[in-house]
């Protein structure tokens, strides 16, 4: 049985998932084994740095915030650390949810046991899995709560995944998505949205029953795009792109504060029809962004960045301090213009005609904001 450890209801936390390039011609290397052997050669910085699935990534992750503005210093402090250890190793470091050319043969499974087992497991899958996000942790105050709160954020996760979008190149081709990163989690088979359970204890039945079947050990074994995390006390919005720049994580992590205030003042059972459309949205967001075509619950249509805008009307009475205003303010600016970050990154393709150009400059961009 799962044991939800209760948390501070609508605390944040934030881990990214950082492309390792070097600076020669800005293709994905394998830099992480070097540069965890120079973090752990002095003091942990605020929050966590640790490997991921490939050596061409690296992630980091902070603790536990009531406030976006600690949030960002936080992870200000984190990025110099690493900044520092990349500088001495000459690598470079970006945001971005897939790196523009890099071919999925040439990465590495970094050593590590449960690394090992999944590529054992899924085979090219896992090389194909270098790609990056960025997954937003709320506080639950138990798990009926975050039962509820996963499926009521079912509708809004289109707005997450086009507000996100960083990923338009892939394998070295213009993929003509906003975000093609969760075309390469589609292929896991425990990918998609969590089943549709009334409470904690529904939750707890299904979990051991998939485990019975042998087919999952544990909740890292679920992809899917919200999870309840039990051991953290929080639900996990797991669909973003890592965003090129720290302001747009943090961002992002506001909006779903936002969302679980409103919910936690406005109790109400989901929309009942609301999964039927819930993968062609999911589409739409991935494919055209915030200019996809959004199917609400009743049958109406809208635009994603107008139905992004409506929302954040509704929410902004939840942003309780000046800086998680501004950092809904900062997104609807985003929708209204429709300019995020995979706008950014073709917009320096056509200037410069060189992914290695563009890669370059989302490094610059990381480092600096």
């Given at each position: 049985m799962l044991e939800f450890t209760p948390s501070t209801p609508l605390t944040l936390g934030v881990e990214l998932e950082l492309q390792i390039v070097n600076r020669r011609d800005y293709n994905l290397t394998r830099g992480a084994s070097d540069l965890m052997e120079l973090v752990h050669r002095e003091p942990a910085p605020a929050g966590e740095i640790k490997p991921e699935i490939t050596e061409g990534m690296i992630e980091i992750s902070t603790g536990?915030?009531?406030?976006?503005?600690?949030?960002?210093?936080e992870l200000a402090s984190i990025r110099a650390v690493l900044l520092r250890h990349a500088d001495r190793l000459n690598l470079g470091l970006c945001g971005g949810?897939?790196?523009p050319f890099q071919q999925w043969p040439d990465q590495r499974i970094y050593p590590q046991?449960?690394?090992r087992l999944v590529s054992e497991l899924y085979g090219y899958l896992a090389q194909q899995f270098t790609v990056f996000g960025q997954h937003i942790h709320v506080g639950c105050p138990d798990g009926d709560h975050a039962v509820q709160w996963v499926q009521r954020l079912a509708p809004y996760m289109p707005h997450f995944i086009a507000l996100s979008a960083s990923s338009p190149f892939y394998?070295?081709?213009?993929?003509?998505f906003q975000s093609s990163r969760l075309n390469?989690?589609?292929?896991?088979?425990l990918s998609g949205f969590m089943p549709a359970v009334a409470d904690w204890a529904e939750f707890n039945a299904y979990f051991d029953k998939m485990r019975g079947f042998g087919v999952v050990e544990s909740m890292k074994d679920f992809y899917w795009d919200i999870r309840p995390k039990p051991e953290f006390g929080t639900l996990e919005i797991r669909v973003c792109d890592t965003p090129l720049t720290l302001a747009r994580a943090v961002q992002l992590a506001a909006y779903a504060r936002a969302l679980a205030a409103w919910f936690q003042a406005e109790p109400r059972a989901p929309e009942p029809d609301q999964?039927?459309?819930y993968a062609f949205n999911r589409f739409q967001a991935c494919r055209f962004g915030l200019a996809g075509n959004l199917i609400l619950a009743d049958g109406a249509s809208c635009s994603i960045a107008e139905h992004v805008l409506a929302t954040l009307d509704t929410v902004l009475p939840y942003a309780d301090h000046p800086g998680m205003r501004a950092a809904l303010v900062a997104l609807g600016e985003v929708a209204r213009k429709q300019d995020g970050d995979a706008h950014w990154l073709r917009q320096q393709h056509q200037a410069r005609g060189s992914l290695g150009q563009v890669v370059r400059l989302a490094c610059e961009q990381w480092a600096a904001q």
């Open positions: 536990i915030h009531h406030d976006v503005d600690a949030m960002l210093a949810g897939a790196h046991p449960r690394y394998q070295g081709v213009d993929s003509a390469c989690v589609n292929a896991f088979p999964m039927c459309m």
